[in-house]
């Protein structure tokens, strides 16, 4: 069987390792953007219809379950 051995220099992988090191405290040091948020009245009566949506799909499923129990017995 014939592998592919890929040699990477320790020093490489020691600089490579460091600069990502350095990147991520950087990171760490910049403060998050802040989160958006809608205003509750704007997302309310969208959440409301998507739950009764799923209230409605679930409701079926439960219906034809039972059907197809009772049918069956």
Do not use: W
Not at 54 to 73: N, P
């Amino acid at each position: 069987m014939n592998t592919l051995l890929i040699r990477i220099p320790a020093k490489t992988v020691l600089v490579r390792s460091g600069l990502a090191i350095l990147a991520l405290s950087s990171a760490a040091g910049q403060p998050a953007p802040e989160q958006y948020r809608e205003p509750f009245a704007e997302s309310f009566p969208i959440r409301k219809e998507q739950h009764l949506q799923i209230k409605a799909y679930a409701d079926k499923l439960l219906k034809e379950r039972a059907d197809q129990t009772l049918r069956s017995e």
